[in-house]
């Protein structure tokens, strides 16, 4: 059974960071990409960035591009997200997702989300 | 600024079919955009529905399905059950790794 848990939420001051981790397990980890997505309280599904197998192919979002850093440890069946410059707008839940076949570009499984509120 | 569109709201009775759409403020949705479809409850996490068009995730029922309808990927649903009450969303794979989601469509079955 594919499973995802993400960790690390909570509420950071504007200009403040934190690092949100995606423990996986139930496949085989390196094959697939994983991503990271955010929902706005109240608002739609919006797609932060992408990260290979590997490792060796990142992608982001315009609107987190510079300011986040997606990774993993295929070690550890993890991947994270460390966030800084943090803004208000970045305030939403945060869902991992795993990639399913490359061909495909879709998401397949997701995780339940945590958390993160900007505020002073 | 790529922006893909999806129709804010929908409402279709019980028994009924409703096609919901996902197009391109500026362009037209082919199957190299690799559209793929997820559903959302109040609460829940999304649940993938559709993948490279026209491909059903494993225990989506066959009364939903995908296709292109002229310049748009459409999710069509055969038989509306009120179970189907949800959020749609749709996502295309653009150039260079990005993806997009739609805003989003409410769908009311009454």
């Known amino acids: 059974e594919v499973k995802l848990l993400e960790s690390g939420g909570g509420l950071v001051q504007p200009g403040g960071s934190l690092r949100l981790s995606c423990a996986t397990s139930g496949f085989i980890f390196s094959y697939y990409d994983m991503s990271w997505v955010r929902q706005a309280p109240g608002k739609g599904l919006e797609w932060v960035s992408t990260v290979s197998g590997r490792g060796d192919s990142i992608v982001y979002a315009d609107s987190v591009r510079g300011r986040f850093t997606i990774s993993r440890d295929n070690s550890k069946n993890t991947v994270y997200l460390q966030m800084n410059s943090l803004r208000a707008d970045d305030t939403a839940l945060y869902y991992c997702?795993?990639?399913?076949?490359?061909?495909?570009?879709?998401?397949?499984?997701w995780g339940q989300g945590t958390l993160v509120t900007v505020s002073s | 600024q790529t922006v893909v569109t999806q129709e804010p709201s929908f409402s279709v009775s019980p028994g009924g079919t409703v096609t919901l759409t996902c197009g391109l403020r500026s362009g037209s949705v082919s199957t190299s955009h690799l559209p793929s479809w997820y559903q959302q409850t109040p609460g829940q996490a999304p649940r993938t529905l559709i993948s490279s068009t026209n491909t059903r995730s494993s225990g989506v029922p066959d009364r939903f399905s995908g296709s292109i309808l002229g310049n748009k990927a459409a999710l069509t649903i055969t038989g509306a059950q009120t179970d189907d009450e949800s959020d749609y969303y749709c996502?295309?794979?653009?150039?260079?790794?990005?993806?997009?989601f739609g805003g989003g469509t409410k769908l009311t079955v009454l």
């Open positions: 997702a795993k990639d399913s076949a490359a061909a495909t570009r879709a998401f397949d499984y």
């Open positions: 996502v295309l794979y653009m150039d260079r790794g990005i993806k997009i």
